[in-house]
């Protein structure tokens, strides 16, 4: 049975910086690419980072470019992204999933992830 487990979300001040982590188990990590995805009160569950599964592609949403980053570590089975000069705008609950194809290219659709985690939230004060 595939599990995501996200951890690492908190409430911090504008400009600061977090780091999400992903726990995965059931699956064999490195034959699927990841990706990390945020949903804000009222409003639709968008892209926001993705990782090819040996983690030598990588793909983010234009307004987190230069401001997060994702990796992954197939040793321990994790996904992190690491978020710095943190805006109120990026105040949403942030889930991790897999694609759906094993040994594909990471997308930007959610309709293309099948597991999906529990989400972490994160709030950024101005």
């Known amino acids: 049975q595939v599990q995501l487990v996200e951890s690492g979300g908190g409430l911090v001040q504008a400009g600061g910086s977090l780091r999400l982590s992903c726990a995965a188990s059931?699956?064999?990590?490195?034959?699927?690419?990841m990706g990390w995805f945020r949903q804000a009160p009222g409003k639709e569950r968008e892209f926001v980072a993705s990782i090819s599964r040996l983690g030598g592609g990588t793909y983010y949403r234009d307004s987190v470019k230069g401001r997060f980053t994702i990796s992954r570590d197939n040793a321990r089975d994790t996904v992190y992204l690491q978020m710095n000069s943190l805006k109120p705008e990026d105040t949403a609950d942030y889930y991790c999933a897999r694609l759906r194809a094993a040994y594909a290219p990471p997308t930007d659709r959610s309709a293309d992830y099948d597991y999906w985690g529990q989400g972490t939230q994160v709030t950024v004060s101005s």
């Open positions: 059931g699956l064999t990590f490195n034959a699927y690419s």
